[in-house]
């Protein structure tokens, strides 16, 4: 099995390297206008409340051990943040003309934005069939490790733009919660996930840790082409 611990250790590596090169950070890192840079956020609706319900799905109730707590704090400190994604939108609703009212919810399913749905299908789907807790949080974070790659990408360019205190999913207020939460993300963390979780599971978390990363690699290419 230890074989099979090296090679999720891997996958994260590799899943979080190729996520970091996906087209829409090399969009916001390209000389594109801020408005362009920028269309994407109303393709993010169908994800950002998706999320939502995966924090709930992910849920334990009853009786808690430690690694049920630790799921649930995620859940606890990710649930809303939905609220700040839908106040950012309006802020920028101004930018996004073709993006309102029904034309808004019609976009977000599209045929074109099938891909953005599908990551959250597969999350929902995942977290739905494995209960055990150290698989849920390795589904957990593969969430967080590309959402910090985004992060990393996109700060840079709401600061120029004298964006980042204005937006609150996108911006500050969002970074200065991350950083006050008591979970975070490190290789010691995930290794120590990985040395927890049940050797007959390990094989199964490789090709979903895989197919996650992949997931949500084709949902930010989708952004990309807003």
Same mark, same amino acid.
């Given at each position: 099995?230890?074989?099979?611990?090296?090679?999720?250790?891997?996958?994260?590596?590799?899943?979080?390297?190729?996520?970091?090169?996906?087209?829409?950070?090399?969009?916001? /890192?390209?000389?594109?206008?801020?408005?362009?840079?920028?269309?994407?956020?109303?393709? $993010? !609706?169908?994800?950002? !409340?998706?999320?939502?319900?995966?924090?709930? !799905?992910?849920?334990?109730?009853?009786?808690? +051990?430690?690694? /049920?707590?630790?799921?649930?704090?995620?859940?606890?400190?990710?649930? +809303?943040?939905?609220?700040?994604?839908?106040?950012?939108?309006?802020? $920028?609703?101004?930018?996004?003309?073709?993006?309102?009212?029904?034309? !808004?919810?019609? /976009? *977000?399913?599209? &045929?074109? *934005?099938?891909?953005?749905?599908?990551?959250?299908?597969?999350?929902?789907?995942?977290? %739905?069939?494995? &209960?055990?807790?150290?698989?849920?949080?390795?589904?957990?974070?593969?969430?967080?490790?590309?959402?910090?790659?985004? /992060?990393?990408?996109?700060?840079?360019?709401?600061? +120029?733009?004298?964006?980042?205190?204005?937006?609150?999913?996108?911006?500050?207020?969002? %970074?200065?919660?991350?950083?006050?939460?008591?979970?975070?993300?490190?290789?010691?963390?995930?290794?120590?996930?990985?040395?927890?979780?049940?050797?007959? $599971?390990?094989?199964?978390?490789?090709?979903?840790?895989?197919?996650?990363? +992949?997931? $949500?690699?084709?949902? *930010?290419?989708?952004?990309?082409?807003?």
């Amino acid at each position: 099995m230890e074989e099979l611990d090296v090679q999720l250790r891997e996958e994260f590596i590799l899943g979080a390297e190729k996520f970091a090169s996906n087209p829409l950070h090399q969009k916001l /890192k390209s000389d594109d206008s801020i408005q362009d840079k920028l269309k994407f956020i109303p393709r $993010m !609706l169908f994800f950002v !409340l998706g999320f939502k319900d995966v924090m709930q !799905l992910v849920r334990y109730e009853g009786e808690l +051990n430690e690694l /049920k707590e630790s799921v649930n704090t995620h859940s606890d400190e990710d649930s +809303n943040h939905w609220e700040w994604y839908l106040n950012d939108l309006a802020f $920028m609703s101004g930018h996004f003309k073709e993006f309102q009212g029904a034309d !808004l919810i019609s /976009k *977000t399913w599209a &045929d074109e *934005t099938l891909e953005v749905r599908r990551t959250i299908y597969s999350f929902n789907r995942y977290v %739905q069939q494995y &209960d055990h807790p150290v698989a849920r949080m390795l589904m957990i974070e593969v969430l967080e490790i590309t959402f910090d790659k985004f /992060k990393a990408v996109i700060h840079p360019v709401l600061k +120029n733009a004298d964006l980042y205190d204005q937006l609150e999913y996108f911006g500050k207020k969002h %970074q200065e919660t991350e950083e006050n939460h008591s979970t975070g993300i490190s290789d010691d963390e995930i290794a120590h996930l990985i040395n927890l979780l049940p050797d007959e $599971m390990k094989e199964d978390m490789v090709e979903i840790v895989r197919d996650l990363f +992949n997931q $949500m690699y084709r949902m *930010t290419s989708n952004w990309a082409q807003a």
